[in-house]
Nanobody, 115 residues
């Protein structure tokens, strides 16, 4: 059974930083392309960053230059370093394979950017 558990969210002021973690069990992350997704209130879930099996990364235009996705194979964990946060980054953040599997969605972690 695959479990993806997100953590690291919180309340941060504009311009601040957070580091999200996605700890996996039942799946080996290094052989899967993984993504970080987010869903803001009233909006559809969107992919913000992904990392391939080979370590190449891609970012949505809205986060390019501010967010960094990485993977620790030994810990079977994927991270999302978020810098220069903006109020429009407020959302629940999820990790999943990319493309995603519906049964892999976890509870996500809330990120709120507000002064």
């Amino acid at each position: 059974q695959v479990q993806l558990v997100e953590s690291g969210g919180g309340l941060v002021q504009p311009g601040g930083s957070l580091r999200l973690s996605c700890a996996a069990s039942g799946i080996i992350l290094r052989v899967n392309a993984m993504g970080w997704f987010r869903q803001a209130p009233g909006k559809q879930r969107e992919l913000v960053a992904d990392i391939s099996r080979f370590g190449s990364t891609n970012y949505a235009d809205s986060v390019k230059g501010r967010f960094t996705i990485s993977r620790d194979n030994a810990k079977n964990t994927v991270y999302l370093q978020m810098n220069s946060l903006k109020p429009e980054d407020t959302a629940v953040y999820y990790c999943n394979t990319n493309p995603h599997w519906d049964e892999y969605w976890g509870q996500g972690t809330q990120v709120t950017v507000s002064s």
